[in-house]
């Protein structure tokens, strides 16, 4: 493996801090070294520090000049459907002309049409077109995602799915972390009971007998899963050993925040609709919540989750893309950051915390990545600006310049 020396940032990044997900004002405490680098030997990071104590450290290591621009952990995408084929322009084209997402899904748009081409699809077309995906992430300065299956609703599509992410982890440097979400709707053969069933006693024993996830996630949502049923497939995934994560609250308050937190899950995803008694119930769980403004903004909503408050109240909170045909369209971490700066009023600091480190902690991978410490994985950006703030602050622009994984280059502009 690779050894390294970095060397003239202007600022690293390095996110140290406590062991356990930032809170409150540590939100905002990124650790920064001003001109600074970093040792990396066999792709761990041996030592941070000052470039110029650094160089006198080098040895035989290859040299990367950062030449003043800065260094910060890559970013770990938490929430990501990374698996699926085609993609739903039809549905963008309706959402111009004003049709909302229940509308469209109703018509026979949603996430019923990509399951249709999912099922069609074989496993080597979905991993070809996974690996273009997976190269996107990088492209913009992630280097690891959380991915769900969810586009196959049956046994074997779901299998097939969780197969997929298995082989591109092995075909790319991404990262990839697998959820199993066979409950994202309910497919039109079956009732939402039945169908319920299926999920629990025949998809939950084959995935969790092939060890293809780590966490089981639900959608429960008016005409998707309601609470009962959401809690019944989240009992039966927590029995059978995975951890919890579920996207409650988007388009409705159906007390899917107070059901997470009753699970005890690892995450609460979406929460545009919750309230504070919501926020209260995540608080007194533990439960760090997910925010994914990309997909309020592509559904043409203005109804951000009220991150501000979940700040308040204490929450480790977490970004993430929701990257996925229909909802959320992109890959890039750093759209999301302007997004989180402009529309939930955090600041650039605190919405890098939510994506580095916090999000690794809700991958259960805090004490492997999104901090630059000594003994972490050398999973590191370089981006082609001074000031970390101007990664929130310029957009639509690309500022990545070279994308590091254990210490190797896996993406250079
Ligand atoms: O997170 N809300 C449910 N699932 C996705 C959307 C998936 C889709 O529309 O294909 C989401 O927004
Ligand atoms: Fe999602």
Redesign the pocket.
Known sequence: MTSLAVLHASQVVTLSGPKRPRVGTELSALGILHNGGMLIRDGKIERVGLSDEIEKNVGDEEIVDAGGRVVMPGFVDAHT?LVFAGNRLDDFERRARGETYEQIAKAGG??WS?VQKTRAASELDLLTQAKKHANWFLSCGTTTVEAKSGYGLTVEDELKLLRVMRQLKKEVRLEIVPTFLGA?AVPRELSPDEYSDVVITEMLPRVTAEKLAEFCDV?CERGYFNIDQSRKILSAAKKVGLSLRG?VD?LTNSGGAKLMAEMGATTAD?LEQTDEQGIAALKKANVQPVL?PG?VYALGSSRYPRAREMIEAGLAIVLAT?F?????PTPSMPMVLSLACTQMKMSPAEAITASTVNAAYSLNRGDKIGCLEPGKLANFVIFDCENYGELAYWFGIPQTHAVYVKGECVSKS
């Open positions: 459907h949603g996430i990509t994202h959608f996207h988007q979406h994914l997909s929701d996925n045909p229909g909802s959320s």
